[in-house]
């Protein structure tokens, strides 16, 4: 489902296959382990996410929440806070190449990277939320905020607006466009080497992210600690 590789001090983790990469709970896993495996290297500099196929991530796995939504739903939201979170933990700067569709809760992950790169001949970023009547998580809604300028952030979320490559440029949702998917992760790694040059300190790093995302994680938290079961039906299909 995923590899994790490394290239210097730059670990790539990549979302292997020609599927859609929905976040089930065994991707979940993997996902969350390579992320212990970046945190726990001493030689760590930076990590870079990115995609075979033509989907970056397609969002949560729901055909296997539909299976029996009362006792997995619950389960299944909780572990997409956490991995939220845990990106936003990670010890060391992330770059997301985003080589395809990154949509719902691939979008979120998306954001949940400090740079993003994006492919120029295929994909969109796109929420979605509205278009199949559910509410976008209020811990995803300010995550989405801290990373948008206010205009960008009405479009994706009350808009339902599909970001092409271009747009997505154009409005700052990426920092980088390039013409395919080798160029993109390309780009990626190069980026990700300068961060890792800079060979910061890690937990002063870490700390300073999380101080300039406080409500995001003081929100993530708190459903965390409070428990999130009764939250999912309201927000089922993000």
Known sequence: MCS?????RVFV????????????????????NQLEVVNSSEDAGALVTTNEGKFYCNGLDLEWVNGNPEERGPILYRKFEELLLAM???KVPTVAAICGHAAAGGLAFAMAHDHRFMRADRGFLYSGALDVNVAVPSGTLELMASKMTPRVYRDVVL???KFTGNMAKECELVDGLHPDAAKTL???I??????????????IYSSMRRAMFSRV???HEGKLRAG???EWFKHIGI
């Not at 983790?13 to 969350?32: N, Q």
């Not at 980026?191 to 910061?200: G, I, K, P």
């Open 186 to 188: 390309e780009a990626a």
């Open 228 to 230: 999130i079961r009764s």
């Open 217 to 219: 994680f003081s929100i």
């Open 159 to 161: 808009k339902s607006m």
């Open 88 to 90: 936003l933990n990670v």
């Open 190 to 203: 190069q980026e990700a080497q300068v961060l890792a040059d800079r060979n910061w300190d890690k937990n």
């Open 4 to 8: 994790l590789t490394k290239h210097g």
């Open 13 to 32: 983790l990549e979302f292997l296959g020609t599927g859609d990469h929905r976040l089930s709970p065994a991707l979940f896993t993997e996902i969350m």
